[in-house]
């Protein structure tokens, strides 16, 4: 059975409604970009994780912003954009807290995909986005320490 590496998850302490990671998983910390990450791969592996509401407000009004955390976030090895709610919910005629487009919103998630090289990822509630979160630090990590030069960085 292949061994993974102990790690844990760095959640951003300006993160306001955290997911449920186990705690013995995560540590809180400051992170100049994103809201997870792995504590000693901080410059490395980001995940910026948006509610709808906060991904339609970041794609219309927060726009110049949001544009410039993912400017910063394509720097990383490993990033994503993880939206806690299915694709399906942007295929709707109206959100009900928005003036917003939904055809707008796809656009610019596509635009922004193929500017920045960031996929955004889809995640069907809170425990399926946990669940990316975990799979892809797992992953990554035992990558990064597959590679005969050692990892990207950290320990």
């Not at 997870?36 to 948006?50: C, D, T, V």
């Amino acid at each position: 059975m292949k061994q993974f590496p102990a790690f844990k998850i760095v959640i951003d302490t300006r993160e306001q409604a955290p997911l449920p990671i186990p705690r013995h998983w995560y540590v809180r910390g400051t992170l100049k970009t994103a809201d997870y990450s792995i504590l000693g791969y901080e410059s490395a592996f980001a995940i910026e994780r948006k509610s709808l509401q906060d991904l339609v407000g970041s794609l219309t009004h927060g726009r110049a912003r949001f544009e410039r955390e993912l400017q910063r976030l394509a720097a990383f090895q490993f990033k994503r954009v993880l939206v806690e709610a299915p694709y399906s919910a942007l295929l709707c005629q109206d959100f009900q807290f928005s003036l917003a487009r939904p055809r707008s919103i796809r656009a610019s998630v596509a635009a922004f995909e193929a500017r920045y090289g960031i996929p955004f990822i889809f995640a069907d509630g809170r425990a399926e986005a946990v669940h990316h979160v975990m799979l892809w630090a797992r992953y990554w990590l035992r990558e990064q320490l597959k590679t005969p030069k050692g990892p990207a960085n950290g320990p």
